[in-house]
Nanobody, 114 residues
Framework: VQFVESGGGLVQPGGSLRLSCAASGFTFSNYDMSWYRQAPGTEREWVARISSGGNIKNYADSVKGRFTISRDNARNTLNLQMNNLKPEDTAVYYC????????WGQGTQVTVSS
């Protein structure tokens, strides 16, 4: 099982980024998937979840209305569209099967700063 996250970068407050996660080593379409993030000096936290078929989505209160999770089961890809970014969104973002003891990928750094 492997996850490769990409799409992070430096953006000004109010800006947008789109993260992607390439998953391999399992049948992607069978599993709920989630995005997580970890800011410096803090615990890793859950950000958003999407059901295996893509029809059910849940978000942490801190990102609700600003972030949108999506998936492409044909391409084994998970996405996170992040709009109206805030400095407190600065973190390394990771993807993983929801509630599974998978190893973490390398993550992708998102920095929101003026």
């Amino acid at each position: 099982v492997q996850f490769v996250e990409s799409g992070g970068g430096l953006v000004q407050p109010g800006g947008s980024l789109r993260l992607s996660c390439a998953a391999s080593g399992f049948t992607f379409s069978n599993y709920d998937m989630s995005w997580y993030r970890q800011a410096p000096g803090t615990e890793r936290e859950w950000v958003a979840r999407i059901s295996s078929g893509g029809n059910i989505k849940n978000y942490a209160d801190s990102v609700k209305g600003r972030f949108t999770i999506s998936r492409d089961n044909a391409r084994n890809t998970l996405n996170l569209q992040m709009n109206n970014l805030k400095p407190e969104d600065t973190a390394v973002y990771y993807c993983k099967r929801h509630n599974r003891a998978d190893s973490w990928g390398q993550g992708t750094q998102v920095t929101v700063s003026s």
